[in-house]
């Protein structure tokens, strides 16, 4: 199993301009979960799907984030118009549910300049 | 919510020594209590994991501990290597809930 696909690895951008983050789960879970590291914060929770469902999007900052999962096998995170301290690593993570361990993909570091 | 606490931030030990990594949690329906390492650009990945109805489990150089009265568990870390260093992270759930993670603690291996 490849793991929890994450696109891309790194993504400069200017303030103001569109940013998508894609993620693609490990085959077969049903919990999709966005988090977004920082080192002021640690790890926050911005948004949960189950079974491609938005749950919990009590995370998510403002409304100039959004979050999609149209089928099992994608997902987007979305932020527009980006800002400077939109700046971080954001984590895409999938699990069976219940209680198993998420499982993390590698991460998108987001610079917005 | 749920919060949770986790010391110390940093951490340094000698090659061969033993670390300890301490979590405490506020939710008393919390009863999954996972760790993951996490290492330099890369994403936090499981190491080893605790169910409410259990007081300790161990994985070779790795054991967790549960005291749910007292509403903390730990990570111990046996015969440290240069490879353990990384940073750690403790997390929460009630098992159908998502994961609520500890601040992290970066462990250093100085050989």
Known sequence: DAGVIQSPRHEVTEMGQEVTLRCKPISGHNSLFWYRQTMMRGLELLIYFNNNVPIDDSGMPEDRFSAKMP??????????????RDSAVYFCASTLGGQVGAFFGQGTRLTVV | GENVEQHPSTLSVQEGDSAVIKCTYSDSASNYFPWYKQELGKGPQLIIDIRSNVGEKKDQRIAVTLNKTAKHFSLHITETQPEDSAVYFCAASRGNTPLVFGKGTRLSVIA
């Open chain 1, 71 to 84: 089928n099992a096998s994608f997902s987007t995170l979305k932020i527009q118009p980006s800002e400077p």
